[in-house]
């Protein structure tokens, strides 16, 4: 085993441009985690609550004046009284959704982050599999889906192997970018205790990776999303796509935007979450 | 060099020899390159850059391993990272998403040990970092992140700190306060330090002795003692003796720029003077 060679010397050029330090990461990937602005006063919170009022009454105003009917376009308050309304009926199939979207994507997710663990130690096998992931990341799930259901059925089965091939790609290529991000000096400082390989990956590479990773678990997440609704659209008489389907082939176009809306709370509800915890945990980095 | 009569130096390089392969051919960094270190002294190497200062240390760590020729700590070949040796990396090299007490246990954690925790306040205490442990690296300067860097070295009580142009990207007035720094931490410890830097002022001040490297291949040029007692002071590095010092040191490091063919036709040339 040539360890020793594997460490390429640093040079003066390197330690000039702060490369070494792992920071090199671009923005774009990790402005999600960035502190944001903050709200920091009353009046900032006050000015933020009388524009989604201008906005939200301007829209149910406007559409009261020009006598714009239900079936085109419901009233902010027509779809608020939908929501209330109907939500005993649309809740169950909003679990339904969440019950294929948490499992589709924790399958999706262990199999691609392992996957992407495995295949970055081994650079050769990476130029192999790379192809096909990428056909993966860019193939639109959602094709198979009648294929899938020709073979599993109406159930949760198709569903969910399509959130999962949908999700899991994505993490995989965001957790492998995390995961090729090397820094010779850091486990050179590992290695000079005396660290296995174990304790050089799970302290130095997969800390070093966690920004990358949970960028990756939120594209997947809501990737996962994507795919479980435009499943449920495509068949089988459950979850919140199919309940779009169903309002508006009849025509009950409030109760069609209050699922719309349950499904944009949805997916801001995942992008707080993976948020909150990269602001927790990987906040080193921005 | 003679065995026999001299006795076991702390740190022996024997011929140290390493070719790098690289895309664009072998390039041969260090040509049997030799130095002793011996017990609680303090060895500077300089030298052109890209001489093989950082390889040289490198391989005295352990963690390069040499094409030929052997590196001894107390006589004893090592193949491979030791706990007798610790290092201080060029910049800190401080793992940005722990907080200063969680990089200081770093070594404690890999090893599997409990830390010693009065010896560390002892050290963070006489770097003066007492109160800085639950930050994070990004929050701390850059010298203050050097020091809790020499803190994580000394963690293990290494009987050899091997300093890898660790004041490099700092300014001088923090360099000159690291400097009394490690000139104190010596005091202190008596730890042998081997110091790599490409400021001949800064090897002056801190060590027993000055090694110069030859350009690339490597090769250990001259060796000069530098006789002051210490504590050293800032003023010693205003005499004569040491002005003397610098620039015959810097003779040395620049004449290894004089283009060959230019030495032989006895015109020589100065390509290019780094201060």
Same mark, same amino acid.
């Given at each position: 085993?040539?360890?020793?060679?594997?460490?390429?010397?640093?040079?003066?050029?390197?330690?000039?441009?702060?490369?070494?330090?792992?920071?090199?990461?671009?923005?774009?990937?990790?402005?999600?985690?960035?502190?944001?602005?903050?709200?920091?006063?009353?009046?900032?919170?006050?000015?933020?609550?009388?524009?989604?009022?201008?906005?939200?009454?301007?829209?149910?105003?406007? @559409?009261?004046?020009?006598?714009?009917?239900?079936?085109?376009?419901?009233?902010?308050?027509?779809?608020?009284?939908?929501?209330?309304?109907?939500?005993?009926?649309?809740?169950?199939?909003?679990?339904?959704?969440? &019950?294929?979207?948490?499992?589709?994507?924790?399958?999706?997710?262990?199999?691609?982050?392992?996957?992407?663990?495995?295949?970055?130690?081994?650079?050769?096998?990476?130029?192999?599999?790379?192809?096909?992931?990428?056909?993966?990341?860019?193939?639109?799930?959602? *094709?198979?889906?009648?294929?899938?259901?020709?073979?599993?059925?109406?159930?949760?089965?198709?569903?969910?192997?399509?959130?999962?091939?949908?999700?899991?790609?994505?993490?995989?290529?965001?957790?492998?970018?995390?995961?090729?991000?090397?820094?010779?000096?850091?486990?050179?400082?590992?290695? /000079?205790?005396?660290?296995?390989?174990?304790?050089?990956?799970?302290?130095?590479?997969? %800390?070093?990776?966690?920004?990358?990773?949970? &960028?990756?678990?939120?594209?997947?997440?809501?990737?996962? @999303?994507?795919?479980?609704?435009? *499943?449920?659209? &495509?068949?089988?008489?459950?979850?919140?796509?199919?309940?779009?389907?169903?309002?508006?082939?009849?025509?009950?176009?409030?109760?069609?935007?209050?699922?719309?809306?349950?499904?944009?709370?949805?997916?801001?509800?995942?992008? !707080?979450?993976?948020?909150?915890?990269?602001?927790?945990?990987?906040?080193?980095?921005? | 060099?003679?065995?026999?009569?001299?006795?076991?130096?702390? @740190?022996?390089?024997?011929?140290?020899?390493?070719?790098?392969? +690289?895309?664009?051919?072998?390039?041969?960094? @260090?040509?049997?390159?030799?130095?002793?270190?011996?017990?609680?002294?303090?060895?500077?190497? !300089?030298?052109?850059?890209?001489?093989?200062?950082?390889?040289?240390?490198?391989?005295? /760590?352990?963690?390069?391993?040499?094409?030929?020729?052997?590196?001894?700590?107390?006589?004893?070949?090592?193949?491979?990272?030791? %706990?007798?040796?610790?290092?201080?990396?060029?910049?800190?090299?401080?793992?940005?998403?722990?907080?200063?007490?969680?990089?200081?246990?770093?070594? $404690? =954690?890999?090893?599997? =040990?409990?830390?010693?925790?009065?010896?560390?306040?002892?050290?963070?205490?006489?770097?003066?970092?007492?109160?800085?442990?639950?930050?994070?690296?990004?929050?701390? /300067?850059?010298?203050?992140?050097?020091?809790?860097?020499?803190?994580?070295?000394?963690?293990?009580?290494?009987?050899?700190?091997?300093?890898?142009?660790? $004041?490099? *990207?700092?300014?001088?007035?923090?360099?000159?306060?690291?400097?009394?720094?490690?000139?104190?931490?010596?005091?202190?410890?008596?730890?042998?330090?081997?110091?790599?830097?490409?400021?001949?002022?800064?090897?002056? $001040?801190?060590?027993?002795? !000055?090694?110069?490297? /030859?350009?690339?291949?490597?090769?250990?040029?001259?060796?000069?003692?530098?006789?002051?007692?210490?504590?050293?002071?800032?003023?010693?590095?205003? +005499?004569? =003796?040491?002005?003397?010092?610098?620039?015959?040191?810097?003779?040395?490091? !620049?004449?290894?720029?004089?283009?060959?063919?230019?030495?032989?036709?006895?015109?020589?040339?100065?390509?290019?003077?780094? %201060?």
């Amino acid at each position: 085993m040539s360890g020793g060679d594997a460490i390429p010397e640093f040079s003066k050029a390197k330690s000039g441009a702060k490369a070494g330090d792992g920071h090199e990461v671009s923005l774009t990937n990790l402005s999600a985690f960035a502190s944001g602005p903050g709200i920091r006063s009353g009046a900032e919170v006050t000015a933020i609550i009388a524009v989604a009022v201008i906005i939200i009454g301007g829209i149910e105003l406007a @559409l009261r004046l020009f006598n714009v009917p239900h079936y085109i376009m419901p009233g902010p308050s027509a779809i608020a009284y939908a929501l209330y309304d109907e939500f005993p009926l649309i809740a169950p199939h909003l679990g339904y959704t969440l &019950v294929e979207l948490v499992s589709g994507f924790s399958i999706g997710a262990i199999i691609g982050l392992v996957m992407a663990a495995v295949i970055t130690q081994f650079p050769f096998a990476e130029k192999i599999v790379a192809p096909y992931i990428l056909i993966l990341v860019t193939t639109p799930m959602l *094709a198979l889906v009648p294929l899938l259901i020709l073979r599993f059925g109406f159930g949760y089965t198709p569903r969910i192997i399509a959130v999962a091939l949908a999700a899991g790609p994505m993490v995989m290529i965001n957790a492998a970018t995390g995961f090729r991000r090397v820094d010779s000096a850091k486990i050179a400082l590992a290695r /000079s205790y005396g660290a296995s390989t174990l304790q050089i990956f799970w302290k130095i590479r997969a %800390p070093m990776a966690l920004p990358m990773i949970l &960028v990756g678990l939120m594209i997947g997440a809501i990737f996962g @999303l994507l795919t479980a609704v435009g *499943a449920e659209m &495509v068949g089988g008489g459950f979850g919140l796509g199919n309940r779009l389907t169903t309002y508006s082939s009849m025509i009950q176009m409030p109760q069609f935007f209050a699922v719309v809306l349950i499904l944009s709370t949805l997916g801001i509800l995942i992008y !707080v979450l993976f948020f909150l915890i990269g602001k927790k945990w990987a906040s080193w980095e921005a | 060099m003679n065995a026999g009569s001299a006795k076991t130096p702390k @740190l022996g390089v024997h011929d140290a020899t390493k070719i790098y392969h +690289t895309a664009s051919g072998d390039l041969l960094a @260090l040509d049997r390159c030799s130095l002793d270190v011996h017990a609680n002294e303090i060895v500077s190497i !300089v030298g052109p850059s890209g001489c093989g200062k950082t390889t040289l240390l490198w391989s005295m /760590s352990g963690l390069h391993r040499l094409t030929s020729g052997t590196i001894r700590l107390d006589g004893k070949e090592i193949t491979g990272p030791h %706990p007798d040796i610790g290092i201080v990396f060029q910049e800190a090299n401080l793992l940005p998403w722990r907080n200063l007490d969680a990089n200081i246990h770093f070594p $404690f =954690e890999i090893k599997g =040990e409990k830390p010693d925790r009065a010896w560390i306040a002892h050290l963070v205490n006489r770097v003066g970092l007492d109160g800085f442990g639950g930050k994070f690296p990004r929050e701390l /300067s850059g010298g203050m992140q050097q020091r809790a860097a020499i803190v994580r070295a000394l963690a293990l009580k290494p009987s050899v700190l091997l300093m890898d142009e660790p $004041f490099g *990207a700092l300014d001088s007035f923090t360099r000159e306060e690291m400097n009394r720094l490690v000139e104190e931490i010596w005091l202190d410890t008596k730890t042998t330090i081997v110091f790599i830097t490409h400021s001949v002022e800064e090897a002056i $001040f801190l060590s027993d002795r !000055v090694v110069v490297l /030859s350009a690339r291949p490597g090769r250990v040029a001259k060796e000069y003692r530098v006789p002051f007692a210490r504590p050293r002071s800032l003023e010693i590095m205003a +005499t004569k =003796e040491v002005f003397d010092l610098t620039i015959t040191i810097k003779m040395d490091i !620049v004449g290894e720029r004089v283009r060959p063919k230019a030495r032989e036709r006895g015109t020589a040339e100065i390509v290019r003077i780094r %201060p």
